[in-house]
């Protein structure tokens, strides 16, 4: 069974530019995480999709927004990146949600802005 | 709201030692805790896992048990390797009761084992 897959894995952006991230998760789940992660805040929750519908969101700026498909997918947008929007962003899906199953996680997309 | 106190690291220890990895949580209703491990340049992996109080979650020769009274759910294995070089997270989940829709995770812990 395939896993959880993210593209690009890497990319460079310059300030102002905005940037589009992929999550194609595990067949047959339907929810996905995503979350983004530094070495100075460690992993911080984005958001959460389950069917199409966004259940819960993260502390970030209007700047991030998600959305999923009818397929599951799922993409995030970061626009008007800022410096401190370089990281690594990570989608996690699974069967019905995170508050009692696993987490299944992508090697994660690497963003660095210039 | 939810939140995970994990050991600050780096913990760096010879091969064969015993490692623990401290983890207290805060959190309301029943949270079930999980430890993560993300290996370099990969995405993170489920380690082990426990649902309840007293229960003992073990894998790899890894094991935590869940405890509600002191709030903790320390990681422990009674001799590293290598290969266990990695970084170690902490997780809560709301449990099913629960309505926020994320995992809660600690800052994370780097392990370095040396030969």
């Known amino acids: 069974k395939a896993g959880v897959t993210q593209t690009p894995r890497y990319l460079i952006k310059t300030r102002g530019q905005q940037v589009t991230l992929s999550c194609s998760p595990i067949s047959g789940h339907r929810s996905v995480s995503w979350y983004q992660q530094t070495p100075g805040q460690g992993l911080q929750f984005l958001f959460e999709y389950f069917s199409e519908t966004q259940r819960n969101k993260g502390n970030f700026p209007g700047r991030f927004s998600g959305r999923q498909f009818s397929n599951s997918r799922s993409e995030m947008n970061v626009s008007t990146l800022e410096l401190g929007d370089s990281a690594l962003y990570l989608c996690?899906?699974?069967?019905?949600?995170?508050?009692?199953?696993?987490?299944?996680f992508g090697e994660g997309s690497r963003l660095t802005v210039l | 709201g939810n939140s995970v106190t994990q050991m600050e690291g780096p913990v760096t220890l010879s091969e064969e030692a015993f490692l623990t990895i401290n983890c207290t949580y805060t959190?309301?209703?029943?949270?079930?805790l999980f430890w993560y491990v993300q290996y370099p340049g990969e995405g993170l992996q489920l380690l082990l896992k426990?649902?309840?109080?007293?229960d003992k979650g073990s894998n790899k020769g890894f094991e935590a048990t869940y405890r509600k009274e002191t709030t903790s759910f320390h990681l422990e294995k009674g001799s590293v390797q290598v290969s266990d070089s990695a970084v170690y997270f902490c997780?809560?989940?709301?449990?099913?009761?629960?309505?926020?829709?994320?995992?809660?995770f600690g800052k994370g812990t780097l392990l370095t084992v040396n030969p």
């Open positions: 426990a649902t309840k109080a007293d």
């Open positions: 996690a899906s699974s069967l019905y949600g995170p508050n009692t199953g696993e987490l299944f």
């Open positions: 997780a809560l989940a709301p449990g099913s009761g629960g309505s926020n829709y994320k995992l809660t």
């Open positions: 959190a309301t209703g029943y949270p079930s």
